[in-house]
């Protein structure tokens, strides 16, 4: 049987018991590194088909992996798996009228309950492939908590865990079938703690020594440093402590929390390297002291293109999600539910986009094509996430999936209702053998495996090395 229609019948077998941990990770819409539920029930799940799991790795106790080897030698093939939830998103499945399913809970705002499940039964096609056609051979699923936290991957990568890959691929459920052709910033995100003397503002003030004046003074700096940066960095920052708040006692302590993007993390360490230099001349002037303390850090992602060249292909030959007439109303009241002034922007895109059936595409919005992936469409964005780190270890490659209307905007209680909907189901469902075909493909390719290894080599330098030292730790009960 060819793999393509191996993978069709077993996805059937299986996708009714995927739906049920879809279901049960979009209900226990767990916070970062708060997956307890979520992590357990995919543990579970793999046990139950063959898999040896371990748990609690890189020091996150959500953080596990699901290991499956048939015979000897062959490649080892990772498969990536969120399931965290995000704060305040809580939403009724397929629901396209605001209506958590609990005020201002938890929810799927950004479909990782689909991400975690469509990579678990890719997971399970590669092992049963394996094992129904004696192919020998490895397949690891790994369970990454905290993506919308401070991250786990760059974690998992410094303990060494995707070293044994031959290659990697995840998934994220989108608005439109394709290789992912983002390449995201890198991120450093740091703690400044100034610490000063306090003193009576008014009855002696030349023996206070401000800290919260020396944060005002980084702040400063740091907008005049703005001007010599590179276009595409960033610079964000936030008060965490004020150090109180009575104006007349003399602030002893201030913290301020700062994130540095750069397309590359050299860049971004570079920047970060300035950044501390202002916090220093802030505390020189103000004669208080500052240690700032390295909390999180992303390395930046980029597409590999030679596992780009297989996966295109895969995804053209599985095919989009295939779409009825309910689904597309559906997808409708989706999009008609954003707010006006995001519709308008909507519009305009979906103009530019799709000049010539733009109000087809609006009427029916849902992505019924694979669009073609090359080079050249690699475009630089703001944001940042850690699947980054695994590429920057090893090969790795992120494919996106129609799970939502076209123009769907992440992060909102639309995205909670249409991954808890037949929309996300009909996503994963496609994710799941996209992925699969993708890692079975890309194992018959020994030539392709060792030019993606080389085009990983060419950007780190010849290994990795994590944007964050050993002393910082997984911020797990912080963050
Ligand atoms: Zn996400």
Not at 51 to 64: D, H
Not at 81 to 99: I, M, N, R, T
Not at 297 to 304: D, K, Q, R, S, V
Not at 444 to 453: L, N
């Amino acid at each position: 049987m060819k793999d393509i229609e191996f993978i069709s019948r077993a996805m059937e077998k299986i996708r009714p018991e995927m739906m049920k941990v879809r279901d049960a990770i979009f209900d226990y819409a767990e916070l970062p590194y708060k997956e307890t539920k979520s992590a357990e029930l995919l543990c579970e799940t793999l046990e139950n088909h063959g898999f040896l799991v371990k748990r609690g790795l890189a020091e996150i106790p959500t953080c596990f992996t699901g290991e499956y080897r048939y015979g000897e030698g062959g490649m080892t093939m990772g498969l990536l798996g969120e399931f965290d939830a995000l704060d305040g998103l809580s939403q009724e499945a397929g629901c396209s009228v605001p209506k958590p399913v609990k005020d201002r809970a938890p929810g799927h705002g950004c479909g990782h309950c689909l991400l975690g499940t469509g990579a678990l039964a890719a997971a399970i096609l590669v092992k049963e492939y394996l094992e129904a056609n004696r192919i020998p051979g490895k397949v690891i699923y790994y369970g990454c908590p905290a993506e919308e936290g401070a991250g786990s991957k760059q974690f998992m990568a410094r303990a060494g865990l995707f070293d044994e890959c031959d290659f990697i691929y995840t998934w994220h459920p989108a608005s439109k079938n394709e290789v992912d052709a983002m390449h995201s910033n890198a991120i450093m995100g740091a703690n400044f703690y100034f610490k000063g003397r306090t003193a009576h503002a008014g009855a002696t003030p030349h023996l206070g020594r401000s800290a919260l004046d020396a944060a005002e003074l980084m702040s400063v700096g740091c907008n005049y440093l703005r001007e010599h940066m590179i276009p595409e960095a960033r610079l964000h920052y936030a008060y965490i402590d004020a150090g109180g708040t009575a104006p007349n006692v003399v602030q002893d302590r201030a913290v301020v929390r700062y994130e540095v993007r750069a397309p590359y993390v050299s860049q971004a360490k570079e920047l970060y390297d300035r950044v501390v230099r202002v916090a220093q001349g802030a505390a020189m002037m103000t004669e208080t002291e500052v240690t700032p303390e390295l909390a999180m850090a992303f390395t930046e992602y980029i597409p590999n293109l030679a596992l780009a060249r297989v996966a295109d292909e895969c995804m053209r030959e599985v095919g989009a999600p295939s779409w009825e007439e309910e689904d597309y109303s559906l997808a409708k009241s989706f999009l008609e539910s954003f707010p006006a002034e995001s519709k308008e922007a909507i519009k305009q895109k979906f103009m530019e986009e799709y000049p010539e059936d733009w109000e087809e595409k609006w009427n029916k919005p849902l992505d019924g094509e694979v669009r073609p992936f090359s080079p050249d469409k690699i475009y630089l964005s703001a944001g940042s996430t850690d699947v980054g780190d695994v590429g920057y270890a090893v090969p790795c490659l992120n494919l996106n999936v129609a799970c939502a209307c076209l123009g769907n905007i992440g992060h909102t209680w639309q995205m909670t209702a249409q991954a808890g909907s037949v929309l996300g189901e009909k996503g994963t469902v496609a994710a799941g053998k996209m992925l699969a075909l993708c890692c079975l493909r890309t194992m018959g390719e020994p030539r392709i495996v060792e030019e993606a290894k080389q085009e990983v080599l060419r950007r780190n330098g010849g290994g990795y090395t994590c944007p964050l030292p050993d002393s910082v730790k997984p911020p797990v009960d912080t963050y």
